[in-house]
């Protein structure tokens, strides 16, 4: 898959962007499906690689009208929709036509503390991290790093203000949690990565054909890392994550 750098639009659709998708996939399914770890792991990629929200959304339409076409044609006989992965396909083309329509282009963003991103609300999210991850007990090496982050996390606490760039702080965030990671990989028993990625390829398998191999990999190391910092209790680090305190 192709990494589109288009920016979501304003701030607040960067906090929804999770939250929209889930609701437009339960909507459309007609019924509440909780979203698996796998799901959120796909959603986590089409983020890191700027696809618009509305160009999801539009996937998932696309996919659900032609299932409820075929079902029509077929009553009895097509399958319910388990998984968000179902629509990887359509999501995929819908990007094409955005970008072929210049859909998603930047724009200018909005005002941070308007869009719930308050200095002294991005100081608690960041020393409640730094609290979190030196409380865990972690081996070797990752005790050693997250006792690292933690200072870093406390050091940029300290430097929050108004006039800070959020996305360069996000980009900090971003970078040291791929330490973090980096980190527990090394420290997790390899029977146990072994089991992780067993896990991911199994839910994947139904959905291949609709996925391509670059953006299957990507949902893999997704995957991968979510369950590895659910079972340290870590948290995630990006100020996206900050919405769902």
Known sequence: MSRVRAR???MQNYFNYFTEIEERFQQRRGSLLMLSTLDWALIE???EAGVPLEAVLRGIDSAFDKHDAKALRHPGRTKKVNGLAWC???????VEQAME???GAEKPGGDPAASGFEAERITRYLSKNAELLEAANLAAPADAVAREVAGRLR??????GPERSLEELDRTLSALEERLF???MTATPEERLVQLREQAARELAPYRGKMQAVQIKQVQQQ????????EQ?????SLFYMGHE
């Open 8 to 10: 979501f639009g304003q």
């Open 45 to 47: 990629t089409w983020r």
């Open 88 to 94: 990887s396909q359509s999501v995929m083309e819908a």
């Open 101 to 103: 329509a210049s859909i």
């Open 155 to 160: 050091a940029l606490a300290a430097e929050a």
């Open 182 to 184: 980096a980190a527990l």
């Open 223 to 230: 995957f991968l890392q979510k369950r590895l910092l659910e």
């Open 233 to 237: 209790g870590l948290p995630r680090l």
